[in-house]
């Protein structure tokens, strides 16, 4: 089974320049997630998706961080203009559903490391 | 005060010890709890479940005490190849995940 797949893996860019982000996720997942994985730090949920409407997008810093998910499949996250403290991992993730309890296949992409200079 | 604690270590332990990780979480919007592992520069990976009534995969035991809200992961016997961040997560009903920053282990020989 494919996996979640991320691009680009590596982005360097300088402060208050725009990058953009891009995740497929697993046939089938209908829900997808961004998370924000700063060094030393676990992750954390930027904004999730059911299919191609936001279920929860209260930790997204909306002046400068936008995503969309417009048919329901793949996704991009935005980042406009970028901070020094943007510099993360950021992760995508996918699951066949996010009610009740257990993992419901919840799977990682291997992320995009963002360093802001 | 963050929804998942844990230690962040570093622990270093020689082949074959038995190490414990612990966490306490604070949200109650967490109804499902995990450990997960991440190896450098890795993404976080399913390592298991976490039950009440406690469960076991191989040298792995993990256990929730819901009333203490705490969280535990024993690994025994550990080898080489355990060495990795182990996250204590939480996760609500829609899916989100409370992640903790990470224990550090090192698994020395």
């Known amino acids: 089974e494919a996996g979640v797949a991320q691009s680009p893996r590596y982005k360097i860019i300088e402060k208050r320049q725009s990058v953009a982000f891009w995740c497929n996720p697993i046939s089938g997942h209908a829900t997808l997630y961004w998370y924000q994985q700063i060094l030393g730090q676990g992750p954390k949920l930027l904004i999730q998706f059911q299919n191609n409407g936001v279920v929860d997008d209260s930790q997204l810093p909306k002046d400068r961080f936008s995503a969309e998910r417009l048919k329901g499949v793949d996704s991009t996250l935005k980042i406009q203009p970028a901070k020094l403290e943007d510099s993360a991992v950021y992760l995508c993730?996918?699951?066949?559903?996010?009610?009740?309890?257990?993992?419901?296949?919840?799977?990682f992409g291997s992320g995009t490391r963002l360093t802001v200079v | 005060r963050k929804e998942v604690e844990q230690d962040p270590g570093p622990f270093n332990v020689p082949e074959g010890a038995t190490v414990a990780f612990n966490c306490t979480y604070s949200?109650?919007?967490?109804?499902?709890f995990f450990w997960y592992r991440q190896d450098c520069r890795k993404e976080p990976k399913l390592l298991m479940s976490v039950y009440s009534s406690g469960n076991e995969d191989g040298r792995f035991t993990a256990q929730l005490n819901r009333a203490s809200q705490y969280i535990s992961l024993l690994i025994r016997d550990s080898k080489l190849s355990d060495s990795a961040t182990y996250l204590c997560?939480?996760?609500?009903?829609?899916?989100?995940?409370?992640f903790g920053r990470g224990t550090q282990l090192t698994v020395w020989p």
């Open positions: 997560v939480g996760g609500s009903t829609l899916g989100r995940l409370y």
């Open positions: 993730a996918s699951s066949l559903g996010g009610m009740g309890t257990g993992n419901y296949g919840y799977t």
């Open positions: 949200n109650s919007a967490s109804q499902s």
